[in-house]
């Protein structure tokens, strides 16, 4: 999607040297399980899915990303572990990951490999969706589009609609706080 190759970085892991899991890491994709364990033989959480595909949007997009999202009232919300709950709700906003029926979503399930394929369709079919929208007036003549990013995302619930949109009536209240 960046049109730049990922390379191989450091190994931190003692049980894996898989090149395709160390080049997810040095984008920050992935983490592991530990510092020093990354557990290739574990299944994958449908909630582990969800933050891998969010971080790897946050690094296909970089200063175009805002993790903004809507919160539902899923039946099983409260098994979603707190570092992944953001993720969870943005990837359902965006429409990454769908629920399981009866207002669930399952995040402790295990992620099968036919809803990982989906979910990466899924994440290609909608990553124009997942790009903060600034109108090109916000930018034009501005030099520093990454404070410009930097500095929206302190001030973009003020002043977007709910699919983070500017308001075209809000330009010159975001232009304002930007540079004041």
Known sequence: ??????????????????????KAYSLGVVKGVSEKEFAPNNNITRQ?????????????????????YNFYKFEDGRDIADWAFEQVYYAYEKGIVKGVGNNRIDPLGTATCEQAIIMVCRLWKNIDECKIVIPKEVIDGHENYTYVNETFKNIEKKYTDEKGYVLGENVESVLNEIYS
């Open 48 to 68: 582990e899915l969800c933050v891998m595909l969010v971080r790897a949007i946050e690094s296909i997009l970089g200063d175009e990303f805002i993790l903004k």
């Open 1 to 22: 999607l960046t049109g730049e190759k990922a390379t191989v970085g450091n190994d931190p892991f003692s049980d894996t040297d898989n090149p395709e899991i160390l």
